[in-house]
């Protein structure tokens, strides 16, 4: 399968944008595989550095993770503020409690305006995304969470370091040799 949504300026976006490594997350921030892959991307950006650019995309599986909309509109009102990387960090960071109190609380430690944030994850706009990402998840074949895509195929295995990076680093082989 392939995504079916190209990444564009409306994703959030963490890395070099002319990489020849894209990685897309779909997620649920309240998602316990969600929370084990967490690490596992921070390291490979570490490890690629330059060579990647880390995108992800909510898909929140509301009717297991009662609070995983809050969370993904939490993160998608702090963007408005240039903090998605800070929010989206600590919700992670602090997945075990993801109560409406603290997802404020997590924000606030992000360093936004939570009187604004608190508006914006209300608006339309916010809600819109969160939904737009959903239906792209939804039209790229995404059924659980996390689903991984490298360079805009759907990668079908673990998500543990080892199998990821491997899978990157084979993509990147085969780009090389474009």
Known sequence: MSLHVAVNEHDQRQGNINAPLVL????????PHCGAAYPVVKQLQ?????????????????????????????????????KFWEAHDSIFEHQEDLSSYS???????????????????????????????IESGVR?????????????????????????KSALERKLESELKR
């Open 24 to 31: 897309v997350e779909y997620g649920d921030y309240e998602c």
């Open 46 to 82: 570490k490890d690629f550095g330059g060579r990647l650019l880390f995108v992800f995309r909510n898909f929140p599986l509301s009717e297991m993770h009662p609070h995983a909309v809050a969370a993904a509109r939490v993160a998608e009102a702090a963007a408005l503020q240039k």
């Open 103 to 133: 997802l404020l609380r997590y924000a606030k430690a992000a360093g936004t305006d939570v009187k604004k944030l608190v508006t914006d994850m209300n608006s339309d706009r916010i809600i819109n995304k969160v939904d737009s990402d």
């Open 140 to 164: 790229s074949g995404v059924n659980g969470t996390p689903t991984f895509f490298i360079n805009g195929q759907r990668h079908d295995s673990y998500y543990d370091y080892d199998v990821l």
